[in-house]
C-alpha cells in the first residue's frame, strides 16, 4: 500500500472521489431544504437563486481545481493559502472550512433521527429538554449519536473502505431521485409552479443564501488529494464535473417538487421532496424517497468527516492547532484523532435538537464563503506573485475568473450580516460563530507558541 508524503494511505481512484463529492454535495439538503428555497423565493425563484449560487460554485470550483493540480496536498485550503498568504492567513481560512464541515456533520447527526420518524412513527420516547421550543427525545438523540460513532469508526477504519460505502450509497439516493423524476414525466402540472417568485429579488437573494450549504462538498476533494491515485489535472477535472452533477440534481429536484406539489400544499410540508414522490406514486414512492434521503444523510456525513478530519490534520502537521491531530493511525494509515475530533463533536449535536437544524446551516455557510473568500485571494495572489507556478489544469479566464470568484464569495458572504435578506440569528447562530473563532484562536496562538518552544519548522509569517 502506497502513502502520502504525510504518511497516509493512497487508495482513492475516480469513481471513488466521484461519489465522494457528489454524495457529499446532495447529502439531505435535497430533501428537506427544497421547501425552504421554495417558500423564500417561489417555484422558479428558487431555480433561479440555484442557477445564480450553482454557477458562482462552478467558478470557485474551477479556481480549487486549478488550485488541487498545483498542490495536491492534504488540507486543500490550508496548503494553498499557507503558500500565498502565510501562517495566520491560513489559519483562518482552513479553521473556517472545518467550521462549514463540522456544522454538516452536525447537520446529519441531527437530520437523521429526525428523518427516521417519518419511516418509524413510534420514535419520539424519553424526553430529555426543549430548546427553542423543540423536544430533544432520548431514543432520537441515542439514534444520532451511535450512528455518528459507527460513521467514525468506518472512517478510522481506512479511506478506501469509506469510499466504497459511499459509493453505494450514492447508488440508493440516485435511483430513488430517479422516481421523483419519472413522477415529474408521468404526473407533474405547470399550473403548481404558481407563484412564480415570492418575494422579488429579496426572495432570491435569501434563497440564495442556503445554497452555499447545500453545495458544499466539491472541496471534499483537495482534502484528500494526497490519498488519491490520479494525475493532477484529472483531480481538478473531476471536481469540476462532481459540482456541474450537483446542480443539475438540485435543478431537477426543485422542478419535479414545484409541478407536482401545488403552493398550499408546499407550505404545509416539512420534507416537500417526499411528499412530492408521494403525490406521484403513494406511500411506497415516499418510503423509496425516504430511502434516499437516509442515503444522503450518510453520503454528506461520511465525506465530511473525511473532509475536515484531512483539514485539522493538515493544520496540526503545521503546528497550527494542537498537534496531537496530526497523529496518523499506525495501521490504517489515517488521521485517527482528527477523525475522532470531529466524530465526537457530532455525536453530541443530537442532544441539540431538530431547532439547531438551520443553526447549523446558516452558520456553517458563513464560515464556507469566508474560506472562499481566501482561497479566491490565494489563486489571485499566485498569480499574480507565482505566474511560472506549474498548474497541471488551468482554469478558463484567469486572474479574470479569481477576481470574479472573490466579488461574488464576498457579496454572498455579506448576505449573513445583520440587515441582509438571510441574517443569522443572534444569539445562537452568532454564538456558534464566535465560540468557533474565538477558540480557535486561542487553539492557534497556543500551538504557535509550543511548535516554537519544541523547535518545530514553521512556514513563513
Aim: hydrophobic share 55%; charged share 10%; with cysteine.
Amino acid at each position: 500500500m502506497s502513502t502520502s508524503k504525510h504518511g497516509l494511505s493512497q487508495s482513492l481512484k475516480q469513481v471513488d472521489i466521484l461519489a465522494l463529492s457528489f454524495g457529499a454535495m446532495i447529502g439531505w439538503s435535497w430533501v428537506v431544504l427544497i421547501s425552504q428555497l421554495m417558500q423564500r423565493a417561489g417555484s422558479v425563484g428558487a431555480i433561479v437563486a440555484t442557477l445564480v449560487a450553482g454557477l458562482v460554485i462552478i467558478a470557485i470550483g474551477m479556481i480549487y481545481a486549478e488550485l488541487t493540480s498545483a498542490m495536491p496536498e492534504v488540507g486543500g485550503e490550508h496548503a494553498y493559502s499557507l503558500r500565498a498568504m502565510g501562517r495566520t492567513s491560513s489559519f483562518y481560512c482552513t479553521w473556517a472550512i472545518v467550521f462549514a464541515y463540522v456544522s454538516v456533520v452536525a447537520f446529519e447527526a441531527v437530520a437523521l433521527p429526525n428523518v427516521l420518524t417519518n419511516i418509524f412513527p413510534k420514535l419520539g420516547n424519553g424526553e430529555l429538554w426543549q430548546i427553542n421550543n423543540a423536544t430533544v427525545y432520548l431514543d432520537q438523540a441515542l439514534i444520532g449519536a451511535l450512528v455518528s460513532v459507527v460513521i467514525t469508526w468506518i472512517n478510522i477504519r481506512g479511506v478506501k473502505i469509506a469510499s466504497i460505502i459511499q459509493g453505494i450509497v450514492v447508488a440508493v439516493i440516485v435511483l430513488s431521485g430517479l422516481a421523483l423524476f419519472v413522477g415529474l414525466g408521468v404526473h407533474g402540472e405547470t399550473a403548481n409552479l404558481t407563484p412564480l417568485i415570492v418575494g422579488g429579488g429579496t426572495g432570491i437573494l435569501a434563497a440564495i443564501a442556503l445554497v452555499p450549504f447545500m453545495m458544499v462538498g466539491f472541496d471534499v476533494i483537495p482534502q484528500a488529494a494526497e490519498e488519491i491515485k490520479l494525475p493532477a489535472r484529472k483531480i481538478g477535472q473531476l471536481l469540476i464535473l462532481s459540482i456541474v452533477m450537483a446542480v443539475v440534481w438540485y435543478l431537477l429536484i426543485e422542478l419535479s417538487v414545484g409541478m407536482l406539489l401545488s403552493e398550499k400544499e408546499r407550505a404545509a410540508s416539512e420534507l416537500a421532496t417526499v411528499d412530492a414522490t408521494q403525490a406521484a406514486w403513494g406511500r411506497t414512492g415516499a418510503l423509496i424517497l425516504l430511502l434516499g434521503g437516509v442515503a444522503g444523510i450518510l453520503t454528506s456525513w461520511n465525506g465530511f468527516l473525511l473532509g475536515g478530519s484531512r483539514a485539522l490534520f493538515a493544520m496540526a502537521s503545521s503546528g497550527m492547532v494542537p498537534r496531537f491531530l496530526a497523529k496518523v493511525h499506525p495501521t490504517y494509515k489515517t488521521p485517527v484523532n482528527a477523525i475522532l475530533f470531529i466524530g465526537l463533536l457530532g455525536t453530541l449535536a443530537p442532544f441539540l435538537g431538530r431547532q439547531a437544524l438551520i443553526w447549523f446551516v446558516d452558520a456553517g455557510s458563513l464560515g464556507l464563503m469566508i474560506s472562499y473568500i481566501f482561497v479566491c485571494g490565494s489563486f489571485l495572489l499566485l498569480k499574480y506573485n507565482e505566474p511560472d507556478m506549474a498548474r497541471p489544469y488551468t482554469a478558463p479566464g484567469g486572474k479574470a475568473l479569481g477576481w470574479l470568484g472573490l466579488i461574488a464569495s464576498l457579496l454572498m458572504a455579506s448576505l449573513y450580516f445583520p440587515g441582509m435578506p438571510a441574517a443569522l440569528v443572534w444569539p445562537q447562530e452568532w454564538a456558534m460563530v464566535v465560540i468557533w473563532f474565538g477558540g480557535g484562536t486561542l487553539f492557534y496562538f497556543y500551538s504557535k507558541g509550543a511548535s516554537s518552544n519544541q523547535g518545530y519548522e514553521t512556514s513563513k509569517e
